[in-house]
């Protein structure tokens, strides 16, 4: 069977706006600079839409280097109303947790702590990721993404999902790195391998959905309807958990540049 890939996305902040790209290089993290950065509380947990729905609304660009940050809201702060523009910081690391799970980051400093506490109403600072993550199941690493590096949905999948609901759902909603077309509704799910000319990936595992996918990532604005509509057909057992699950996630087996457009051999 073969996939085309429809679009591709890189969230270089995590929990923040995605970044659409029109080729990307897969690295044993996934794609390049996907969760380079995160948000933490002062105490490390990591800071996500579950908790604030504003991080839809910050724009983030890196290119390895620079990090630049925008919102198209004004915010009552005047700092948080220009855009950011800083260099990655490199410095000591310390210990931040993603969903309880130990890992590293570098603080960016005390400029950007300010501008994403002032645009979002939140104490928070802005960690790089630094060290090596394992992934949940798979042997592979990853990021500051939640447990696996690579997340794969399927164009049908939600057009099928927007016959079911009231309002049809952007892709951004459900915030994939890799979009293909080609597999039907809910292929993916029978699918093991992606094969492209260089690079491979192996799907592990049903994406588990939570409330992130009824926030509205132009408004931040939430609404039940569409963890509910997904509830309704999609919820099953995944590893001994019930799960809302919407998309798969994988681990890259081999590493190469993805563009838009590319044929994968789906298996």
């Given at each position: 069977?073969?996939?085309?890939?429809?679009a591709?996305?890189?969230y270089?902040?995590?929990?923040?706006?995605?970044?659409?790209?029109?080729?990307?290089?897969?690295?044993?993290?996934?794609?390049?600079?996907?969760r380079?950065?995160?948000l933490?509380?002062?105490?490390g947990?990591?800071?996500?839409?579950?908790?604030?729905?504003?991080?839809?609304?910050?724009?983030?660009?890196?290119?390895?280097?620079?990090?630049?940050?925008s919102?198209p809201?004004?915010?009552?702060?005047?700092?948080?109303?220009?855009?950011?523009?800083?260099?990655?910081?490199?410095?000591?690391?310390?210990?931040?947790?993603?969903?309880?799970?130990?890992?590293?980051g570098?603080?960016?400093?005390?400029?950007?702590?300010?501008?994403?506490?002032?645009?979002?109403?939140?104490?928070?600072?802005?960690?790089?990721?630094?060290?090596?993550r394992?992934?949940?199941?798979?042997?592979?690493?990853?990021?500051?993404?939640d447990?696996y590096?690579?997340?794969?949905?399927?164009?049908?999948?939600?057009?099928?999902?927007?016959?079911?609901?009231?309002?049809?759902?952007?892709?951004?909603?459900?915030r994939?790195?890799?979009?293909?077309?080609?597999l039907?509704?809910?292929?993916?799910?029978?699918?093991?391998r992606?094969?492209?000319?260089?690079?491979?990936?192996e799907?592990?595992?049903?994406?588990?959905?939570?409330?992130?996918?009824?926030?509205?990532?132009?408004?931040?604005r939430?609404?039940?309807?569409?963890?509910?509509a997904?509830?309704?057909?999609?919820?099953e057992?995944?590893?001994g958990?019930?799960?809302?699950?919407?998309?798969r996630?994988?681990?890259?087996?081999?590493?190469?540049?993805?563009?838009v457009g590319?044929?994968?051999a789906?298996?």
């Open positions: 069977m073969i996939a085309v890939i429809a591709l996305h890189a270089p902040v995590k929990s923040a706006a995605g970044v659409p790209l029109a080729e990307a290089e897969m690295t044993a993290d996934g794609l390049r600079h996907d380079a950065f995160m933490v509380r002062p105490d947990r990591h800071l996500s839409q579950r908790e604030v729905p504003a991080l839809a609304l910050i724009h983030p660009a890196y290119d390895g280097e620079k990090l630049s940050v919102s809201l004004s915010v009552s702060s005047p700092l948080a109303n220009a855009p950011l523009v800083c260099e990655a910081a490199d410095g000591p690391a310390r210990d931040v947790t993603v969903h309880r799970r130990p890992c590293l570098i603080d960016q400093g005390d400029d950007a702590a300010g501008w994403f506490s002032d645009a979002l109403g939140v104490s928070c600072r802005l960690v790089r990721f630094t060290g090596t394992p992934t949940q199941r798979g042997g592979g690493t990853l990021t500051y993404a447990g590096p690579v997340s794969v949905l399927s164009q049908e999948s939600l057009d099928d999902l927007n016959r079911r609901v009231e309002a049809p759902l952007p892709m951004n909603r459900f994939p790195n890799i979009v293909l077309r080609g039907g509704p809910y292929g993916e799910d029978e699918v093991t992606l094969r492209g000319a260089a690079a491979e990936i799907l592990v595992k049903p994406c588990g959905r939570c409330v992130i996918v009824n926030t509205d990532q132009e408004t931040a939430r609404s039940p309807a569409t963890l509910r997904l509830a309704g057909y999609r919820t057992r995944v590893f958990y019930r799960e809302i699950v919407f998309g996630l994988g681990v890259p087996r081999a590493l190469g540049t993805l563009r590319d044929e994968l789906a298996s």
